[in-house]
């Protein structure tokens, strides 16, 4: 990206807002980028799903915009506890983990870094 903003200042396109980003060429590795890390987040949810409605989802930014988003989201459907309760696993919860309250206590859920691992940033200390 940066080769491509010095040439974008040597021919003074720097100062027309969207034009890099909308160029086909930026859009289709944008568009790569996005499908790769879609496709490894699938593979790592499959890895950790044994139950639910989880699924990973990809958009694009509403209005036509350039950006994609990857996504997590988590379904209602079918989910019910024992005590008949719709259940709803946060996206965040289930990227990050959350703490279960149970009969005997609390215990810590982790967290399956499934976007985080998709996409290469590293996971935080906690």
Known sequence: MA?????????????????IPRNKGVQAAVQLHAENIYGKAEINLAKHRLTGNARVGMNRSHGGGVDRYVYLEDAFPGNVNKQGEKVRHSPSAIEFGYTQKTRFGEREVPGTWILHDASGYPRPNR
Do not use: F, S, T, Y
Request: net charge positive; aromatic share 0%; hydrophobic share 40%.
């Open 3 to 19: 080769e491509v903003m010095k040439k974008a200042q040597l021919i003074g396109i720097e100062k027309r807002p969207g034009v």
